[in-house]
């Protein structure tokens, strides 16, 4: 029935269709419902049964419990800051209004730039914002305005994306570049204590905050020199402030075995992260000032902030990732010690995962650079010497 619809429709948006203007529009909505059967004609080697479009699908459900849980602690945060019981119900669909418009946003902004694009370089949609429009939602704190996300999404779009030539091309994470955009943009609504609970009242649900409540993350507070007080439920569990998608450990960890189950993310760049960021962390633990509380979280590092997200969903970009095999190690090794480094040594930036990340996107090809040359002069070698 579906192939039926799109056959239907199909001549009409054809080269001299009354509605060839949103070609790229028709392509991009049927090669999302329907498996394509086009295939290349010359200069093409089968790589994998499965296609771009279908990749990105899956690493939108493996984000969904990610989204879910936040969206429970958006309401959870709300009601808590106010004193006021509320069922499980109540807190997700208090988040659900607050985290959609969001999410709409990121969705029509980002994909309407992609759309323009390819309809004037007369190209097929580029999927690659299947993951980016949900992911940027998901790495802002819940007080961004959404004409501050709009623009931030424009500028990424656009920068970090088309001007290298779109999806597959582009050297830095586009979801990074926006919240990289929004950070340095309005500081002010990116950090601090007041940017991290929702303070207002939709449709009856939740409730409207005092003027000038605030509410630190626990990496916010042991930048300011107070030990964070977590149960280990509350740090697995996501039950505490920040950004919408980051809290949830639990949540995160059900994404990464769908992305390592599915082959999509790779263990050796998913776990490089962490060993990095572990061995630094207990190396700052060990020598760190005593002043310094940021420094002696040990491995809690790994479970504030956005150090896991970022580890599973965002180090493991198949685009702006190291593709050798053996470069996976090191560029998620030094993505985990970054991180940490920024973290305990620069109270400016308290997170430290994006520029980490973002910072060894710069490096990634040259990693995998030395790797071929070096496979490339071992073989060179022994054919010189038979």
């Known amino acids: 029935m579906l192939k039926e619809f799109f056959d239907k429709i199909r001549p009409h948006v054809e080269e001299g269709g009354k509605f060839h203007a949103f070609r790229s529009l028709f392509d991009g909505f049927e090669t999302f419902a329907l498996v394509p059967n086009t295939t290349s ?29 936040g969206m429970y602690n958006i309401g959870f945060q709300n009601y808590k800051a106010a004193g006021v019981d509320a069922s499980i119900i109540q807190m997700f669909l208090y988040g659900l209004i607050v985290m959609l418009p969001k999410i709409v946003v990121s969705y029509v902004v980002g994909l309407g730039i992609e759309f323009v694009v390819a309809q004037w370089k007369n ?77 207002d009242s939709w449709f009856g649900l939740g409730n409207v905050l005092p003027d000038g409540f605030t509410c630190a993350t626990p990496l916010g507070e042991a930048a300011a020199g107070v030990a964070p007080q977590l149960s280990m439920c509350e740090m697995f569990g996501g039950l505490m402030p920040g950004s919408i998608g980051e809290t949830s450990v639990i949540a995160i960890a059900i994404g990464a075995v769908i992305l390592l189950w599915t082959r999509i993310a790779s263990w050796k760049t998913m776990g490089s992260v962490f060993v990095g960021g572990a061995l630094v962390a207990l190396l700052f633990d060990a020598c760190g000032a005593e002043a310094n509380q940021v420094a002696h979280l040990g491995l809690d590092h790994l479970w504030l902030g956005g150090f896991c997200f970022g580890a599973v969903f965002m180090a493991t970009d198949p685009v702006t990732s190291c593709r050798t095999e053996n470069g996976k190690f090191i560029y998620g090794f030094l993505i985990g010690a970054l991180a940490i480094t920024i973290r305990v040594l620069n109270p400016g930036y308290p997170e430290g995962m994006m520029l980490a990340i973002l910072f060894m996107n710069m490096f990634a090809p040259l990693i995998d650079y030395c790797f071929v040359q070096s496979n490339i002069n071992k073989r060179a070698k022994r054919i010189s010497n038979k």
């Open 123 to 199: 190209e097929e949609i580029q999927e690659g914002f299947l993951v980016s429009g949900l992911i940027i939602p998901m790495i802002v704190p819940v007080g961004t305005p959404l004409w501050m996300l709009a623009v931030a999404v424009a500028f990424s779009v656009v920068f970090a994306k088309e001007i290298f030539g779109g999806t597959g091309m582009n050297i830095f994470n586009p979801a990074l570049i926006t919240r990289a955009f929004l950070f340095f943009a309005w500081p002010t609504k990116m950090s601090g204590d007041q940017v991290w609970v929702s303070q």
């Open 41 to 69: 004609k010359v200069g093409a080697a089968i790589h994998d049964a499965i296609d771009s479009k279908r990749i990105m699908s899956f690493v939108v459900i493996a984000l969904i419990p990610a989204l879910l849980v």
